[in-house]
């Protein structure tokens, strides 16, 4: 084992054009600080900075935030060069800076707080392994979150005009983003464009666009519901109209898009070979997301570890004879939310009564029966399925529930 003043340390602030290294002993000495360009030519040069504080029997770590964004390339360079390289969670470092009396803001300062926390917490945080294929689904899944932020905040402001055309519109069909319902909307706008049209002739359009799912008793609902709600019809009518016509065009789009992104997605995690979607309320989309979080499992030496990394691992506070264990609001915050969903879907229960998980429900149950409350028996499952996760990544294995002990049902 390397001892402490054995290493120095390299905190890397990072940034879209620039990257600003400094350079601290185990003594916390600043050695030096170097600021270079976020280009591959210029990544020598930050290593050829480096050796000049190095002497023979001193090894160099370095520490870096965004891995995943601005970092990547110099994360890759510094990998593939066998450099031993940390990636340190930016709320640490962040915590590091405000805690100091006068809190202050610089590159040069950041990149030293992200130094101090890489030597204070080497042993804990993960090693930066940035492999192609999670980035590539790490990118993937991005641009499918934002897709689908886009198509909600779409949907909202369809919903806005159409209760302006049709204020019994909600009536007309299940999902106002439906295939057939889109079809609608592009074609009669507002009621007006009804006007001419009789129920055979709605009829036979709702008919040629859900597959024969909806035909004339669907029009005569409509047609009921138009007459019913009265003349919505003012001034500027079509420029309004052309509103809902250019909110349909891109629901379209967005759905389009979505299909695809979720498609290569499926390609990507196949060559992975992980069975996470064995998992009790796991899809393939739950399961690029937690790849896209955790990256590499190798990084982490022991599922302690990814607990910590999710924010999972309770925070014990003392004093005295008296410990409690509180939940804690660091670690990765989306990987966190993604734990505790999974978590809730796993006490969830069919329509029959009969629980999904019935292993997670009975310890759930037991948890309740313990003292806990539901939200810290929601984490106690989260914490038990960051082990479950841990060892499917490890070993490429498939899920199978555990039969419900006597113990846990009593």
Sequence with gaps: MIKPDQLIYVGVDLHKEHHTAVIIDCWNRKLGEFKFDNKPTSFPLLVKEVKRYTKKELTVVFGLEDVGGYGR?????????????????PKLSNARRKSHVTVQKSDSWDAECVARVLKDELHNLPDAKPIDLYWAISQLV??????SKDLSATVKRLHQQLVYHYPSYKKFFSEIEGKTALAFWERFPSPHWLKDVNEDELARFLRS?????????KANQIITLIEADGDTYRDYQESRDSIVLAYTRTIAFLKK?????????????KQLGFQLETITGVNVVTAADLIAEIGDIHRFSSPDKLARFAGVAPVTVGSGNKHRNHKSKQ?????????????VRQIAVTRKREPR???FYAYYEQRLTAGKTKQQAIVCIMRKLVNVIYKLLKTKSVYVIPEVSRKLVG
């Design 73 to 89: 390339a110099l994360a890759v360079y510094l990998t593939e060069e066998k450099h031993w390289v940390k990636e340190v969670n």
């Design 142 to 147: 991005m641009q499918r979150r934002w897709q």
């Design 209 to 217: 666009h859900s597959n024969n799912g909806l035909s004339t008793k």
């Design 257 to 269: 898009e979505l299909a695809s992104v979720e498609e290569k997605i499926e390609g990507l995690m």
């Design 331 to 343: 670690g990765n915050r989306v990987l966190h939310d993604i734990f505790k969903s999974l978590a």
């Design 357 to 359: 998980n019935p292993h």
